[in-house]
């Protein structure tokens, strides 16, 4: 069992009740076994004549350098203002880029590793996306893009820039490469409202000969076919995963995230608060967020509002969190209840708390 105790600067530490109690007693065993280590390897010398066998110390786990494991269900994760990332499910790890702990007010520091995943972006989604993130450099080829979806398809829409400003249209169907890219694969094109096909194939050009890519993020051109890397394109936090399969889902277009090599299964995460529907679980490894240092961690963050999804920017949790609650669980980890970012301010009544059922 484990509780809160401030330090000396006032951060709050979690640290293990028993380890305290007996660290009086400790000091006193350890010097024991010392003496007893010494007169053993002694002992050991003299009888291989005077050698001492070279033995490897063991080995002890980091514990902020171990992962932490996570699992979302139904978020929508705000990477910006304007891109979210609409996480139907995922399953997988975090850790630090510098080998501490993940540190929530900077997410430049960390990396989240995919395992397994469904996740969507709409048409405003990937429109932002382009002209922000991935388009949106000085000297740029293609510039106010908006993109949308139709049947099984995704309809682009944009202007080109190569000596005068020329706007397109192109239809394109999208699928995954072996090495894990999106790929847009024009079917139909219009170039100033005219058929763009005929037109190209009469001009003999191609998008690779028109448009010069060697500046954008994430993105390159072969013949007509246009790449995006899923794990470039986004601002940060960075995400690591393989992509395996893409399609079309109402006005979403929906990643799969998976492992194609054979792999040990890894057993779910199963949260504390297994009747929330909407919720982020972390657990094991060090989190930091403000002054609050979680070791060996536990903390499952669930949506104020079951009803919908739950809408979380890590650039304004802070905010999010003052505007819910938090409880320490009896094997001492957190659940806490945070209101979507979308309403704060809102003049809402917050949900009574719920009783939660001890472990």
Same mark, same amino acid.
Request: overall charge neutral; hydrophobic content about 40%; proline content about 5%.
């Given at each position: 069992?484990?509780?809160? !105790?401030?330090?000396?600067? #006032?951060?709050?530490?979690?640290?293990?009740?028993c380890?305290?109690?007996? &660290?009086?007693?400790?000091a006193?065993?350890?010097?024991?076994?010392?003496?007893?280590?010494i007169a053993? +390897?002694?002992?050991s010398?003299?009888?291989?004549? #005077?050698?001492a066998?070279?033995?490897? %110390?063991?080995?002890?786990?980091?514990?902020?350098r171990v992962?932490?494991?996570?699992?979302?269900?139904?978020?929508?994760? $705000?990477?910006d203002?304007?891109?979210?990332?609409?996480i139907?499910?995922l399953?997988g790890?975090?850790r630090?880029?510098?080998?501490?702990?993940?540190?929530f007010?900077d /997410?430049n520091?960390f990396?989240?590793?995919i395992?397994?995943?469904?996740?969507?972006?709409?048409?405003a989604d990937l429109s932002a996306?382009l002209? /922000? !993130?991935?388009? @949106? $450099?000085?000297?740029?080829?293609?510039?106010?893009?908006?993109?949308?979806?139709?049947?099984?398809h995704?309809?682009?829409?944009g202007?080109?820039?190569k000596?005068?400003t020329?706007?397109?249209?192109?239809?394109?169907? =999208?699928?995954v490469?072996?090495e @894990?890219?999106l790929?847009? +694969?024009?079917i139909?094109? /219009?170039?100033? &409202? =005219?058929?763009g *096909?005929k037109l190209?194939?009469?001009? @003999?050009?191609s998008? *690779?000969?028109?448009?010069?890519?060697?500046?954008?993020?994430g993105a390159t051109v +072969?013949g007509?076919?246009?790449?995006?890397?899923p794990?470039k394109i986004?601002?940060p936090?960075?995400?690591e #995963?393989?992509?395996?399969s893409?399609?079309?889902? &109402?006005d979403?277009m929906v990643?799969?995230f998976g492992?194609t090599? %054979?792999?040990?299964?890894v057993?779910?995460l199963v949260?504390?608060?297994? /009747?929330?529907?909407?919720? =982020?679980? $972390?657990?094991? &490894?060090t989190?930091?967020?403000?002054r609050l240092? =979680?070791?060996?961690? *536990?903390?499952?963050?669930?949506?104020?509002? %079951?009803?919908?999804?739950?809408?979380?920017?890590?650039?304004? $949790?802070n905010a999010?969190?003052?505007a819910g !609650?938090?409880r320490?669980?009896?094997?001492?980890?957190?659940e806490?209840?945070?209101?979507?970012?979308?309403k704060? @301010?809102?003049?809402?009544?917050?949900?009574?708390?719920?009783?939660?059922?001890h472990?």
């Amino acid at each position: 069992m484990t509780k809160p !105790y401030r330090n000396d600067k #006032g951060s709050i530490m979690l640290q293990s009740v028993c380890t305290r109690r007996l &660290g009086r007693t400790s000091a006193g065993v350890a010097a024991l076994w010392a003496l007893a280590l010494i007169a053993s +390897h002694r002992a050991s010398a003299q009888s291989n004549g #005077g050698h001492a066998s070279k033995t490897a %110390p063991a080995s002890h786990a980091d514990p902020a350098r171990v992962r932490t494991r996570v699992s979302m269900r139904r978020v929508d994760f $705000y990477v910006d203002t304007q891109v979210v990332l609409h996480i139907r499910h995922l399953d997988g790890t975090m850790r630090s880029k510098e080998g501490g702990p993940v540190v929530f007010d900077d /997410k430049n520091s960390f990396i989240i590793t995919i395992d397994t995943a469904e996740v969507g972006m709409t048409g405003a989604d990937l429109s932002a996306l382009l002209n /922000k !993130y991935v388009f @949106g $450099y000085k000297g740029s080829p293609l510039s106010h893009l908006h993109l949308r979806t139709e049947g099984d398809h995704v309809v682009q829409t944009g202007r080109m820039h190569k000596g005068i400003t020329i706007s397109f249209e192109i239809t394109a169907t =999208m699928d995954v490469t072996p090495e @894990g890219l999106l790929r847009l +694969h024009p079917i139909k094109t /219009k170039i100033m &409202g =005219m058929n763009g *096909e005929k037109l190209m194939k009469f001009l @003999g050009l191609s998008l *690779e000969k028109i448009l010069d890519l060697s500046g954008a993020t994430g993105a390159t051109v +072969h013949g007509n076919d246009i790449f995006l890397d899923p794990r470039k394109i986004l601002p940060p936090p960075e995400i690591e #995963g393989r992509v395996v399969s893409v399609r079309v889902d &109402g006005d979403e277009m929906v990643q799969a995230f998976g492992k194609t090599e %054979p792999h040990e299964p890894v057993h779910a995460l199963v949260p504390p608060d297994t /009747k929330a529907p909407n919720y =982020m679980f $972390y657990k094991g &490894g060090t989190l930091r967020f403000g002054r609050l240092l =979680m070791l060996d961690a *536990e903390m499952q963050i669930v949506d104020l509002d %079951p009803e919908a999804v739950f809408k979380f920017d890590l650039s304004r $949790y802070n905010a999010q969190l003052v505007a819910g !609650y938090e409880r320490t669980l009896a094997d001492g980890g957190l659940e806490v209840w945070m209101r979507d970012v979308d309403k704060l @301010g809102a003049e809402t009544v917050v949900a009574a708390k719920p009783a939660l059922p001890h472990r």
